[in-house]
């Protein structure tokens, strides 16, 4: 078999098929053998719902402990912590500007932009070429643009590891929530461009719970309200001389007070 030449190109009631009778296994499996059932009908799903599990004082203090070390809680007051377990951006610059010296892992990072199209897949390039040269799953879950399968490749990306789902924007949200929860897929990239904060802290919880790696797109006017992500970058306009016109300002860091410098790339 020769190595796909493009993404894959799957639909929402594709996933749809594929979740309602698989578990997380059988779904890295498919992954594996690039290859989903066809689906049959349109099968309506609802999200479900987190479920606390409240154990006895001793658990709940390690618990705690837990959410501490991995910087998931911050102490009012405390200085922050020091840069763990993140997953290098492949910029050192930004890296250091990172509490955990690169994307949070099992976490959601927000990108606020004025439009598709600054150059946001640029910032990820390296992270997805990484992640799939090592064997990790790709998602981009509704994208504005159709991919353009060259530049990808030569950006490093192993394209036999990287898939595509058409959807409304409703059926993108599922979408987007499964995959982030599946624990098969090592990054996911969605477009919520509209979406509200109720939207955004479940796709937070379905990473911590999947392990994996979620960027969300999001309209820039949204910068100045709260949002469960635990990173929010947002594009600015960057110095004048800057080779790409744009940089990005950390507006939110778990784990971290949020820096004054901005990151541009410059080749």
Known sequence: MHPRSSPAIFTAADFAA???????????????????????????????????????????????????????????????????????????????????????????????????????????????????????TVVLIAPPYLPYAPAWRAAGVDLSRLYLVEANPRDALWAFEQCLRSAACAAVLGWPMHAEVQVLRRLQVAAGSGDCLGFVFRERKHADNPSPAALRLECVRAASGSARGYAWQVRKCRGGYPSAVTFAITH
Do not use: I, Y
């Not at 998931?72 to 509490?99: I, M, N, Q, S, Y």
């Not at 955990?100 to 150059?119: F, I, K, M, R």
């Open 18 to 136: 594929n979740f309602a009778t698989d578990s997380a296994a059988d779904f890295a499996a498919d992954f594996a053998a690039d290859s989903f059932a066809p689906a049959t009908a349109r099968q309506a799903s609802s999200w479900p719902r987190a479920v606390a599990n409240q154990g006895n004082a001793a658990e709940g203090a390690a618990a705690l402990d837990m959410l501490l070390a991995r910087q998931k809680v911050w102490r009012a007051g405390r200085a922050p912590l020091a840069a763990t377990c993140g997953e290098p951006t492949g910029f050192a610059a930004l890296d250091a500007l990172l509490p955990q010296a690169g994307w949070p892992c099992a976490a959601v990072t927000e990108l606020l932009l004025s439009h598709p199209g600054v150059g946001e897949l640029s910032l990820l390039m390296p992270t997805l070429a990484r992640l799939t040269t090592q064997g990790g």
